[in-house]
Structure formats: structure tokens, C-alpha cells
């Protein structure tokens, strides 16, 4: 029996509720109800399983991301407010994502935690350019190649903006967070003449 997704979901319901210091294999294992050797099958070492959860929550955050752009339903500026508000509510909805994010930033991240974070920001990226290619739809007002990176990059930063103004202000004001959605349209908007 392939214990391997219960074992995932076990870990990343502990590492968010309680952190990864706090979170044991024990714990996992007993959450289950099988013996920790059977964690020791998957994984070497809880480092290991807890790469493994990011993995999988950057996966869920990529096809997220995915499906919001598939709404053929939904024009285009609605699907990118959409998606900036993904990006703004990361903390909360992605937690574990949005904890490595914060260490690269702060200089904190392991290397494995920093792959994460290059294999995130590429998976991203790819899937810009194809959003890009049919939202410009034009090859004359195509925005320049580096450009689904540059966006991507500036929208990572609505994260932590969102933390930092929306703390400092009342709570629930989502006054702040609006401005800083529309100032993110304006970005996508003169993406084609930089």
C-alpha cells in the first residue's frame, strides 16, 4: 500500500499548525497510525518530508495559479486580480511556500529550501509567458521576453507588502491591499512599452 500521499498531507497539516522544529516523525506517524519506519521508507530524514510537503504545496500554488488563467469564462483583468490576490493572501492560504520565500529574503534558507524557491520561481515564470502570449495576443505589443520574470518577481513581493501595510493598519482595511492591486494592473498594463 502506498502510504506516501497520507504521509504528505499528515506532515503539512503539522509543519503549518506547529512549524518544523515543533513537528516530529513521531507525531506524523502516530497521526496515521503506522510505525515511524514506515515515514523512514519515504523519506531519510524529517528535512527530507518537509522539502517534499513545500514541494507539493508549490504544485497545489502552480496548478492554483493555472486554473485561475484556464477561466475562459473570465476576462483577462479578472483572472490577473484573481491571481494578485492569490499572490497577496500566500501567508495564509500557502503557509509553508510563503515560510521559504520569507527565509530566501531574509538570508535564512537551506539550500534545499532554496532550490524550492528557483523551482517555484521557474514554474511561475512558464506559466507567465503562456498567459502572457494569449493576453497580449499580438505579437507587435508582445511584452519583451524577460518580462513574465520581471512580473513574476514584482508580484512575489505582494506577500510581504501585503503583511507590512495591512499590520500597520486597521485591522481589515482593505483599502491598502486594493491600492496595491490596482498599482499591479497598472504594472500589467505598461508591460508592453518598457
Known sequence: MNRLPDILKAAERRFVKHGTAKTNLEEIARDLRIAKSTIYHYFPSKEDLFLAVVKKQINDYL???????NQEDKKFPDRF??????????????KLVYG???????????????????YLLKGEEQLMKLVF??????????????SPLLFVMQTNML??????????????DLSLLQKMLDQFEVLLNSLNSY
Open 81 to 94: 486580480k484573481s491571481y494578485f490576490y492569490l499572490k497577496a493572501n500566500l501567508r495564509s492560504k500557502y
Open 159 to 172: 506577500p510581504f507588502l501585503n503583511d507590512l501595510y495591512l499590520s500597520e493598519a486597521k485591522s481589515g
Open 133 to 146: 502570449f494569449a493576453y497580449f495576443n499580438d505579437s507587435l505589443n508582445a511584452p519583451k521576453d524577460d
Open 63 to 69: 496548478t492554483e495559479v493555472r486554473e485561475i488563467f
Open 100 to 118: 521559504i520565500m520569507m527565509a530566501e529574503l531574509n538570508e535564512q534558507s537551506i539550500q534545499g529550501e532554496r532550490d524550492l524557491t528557483d
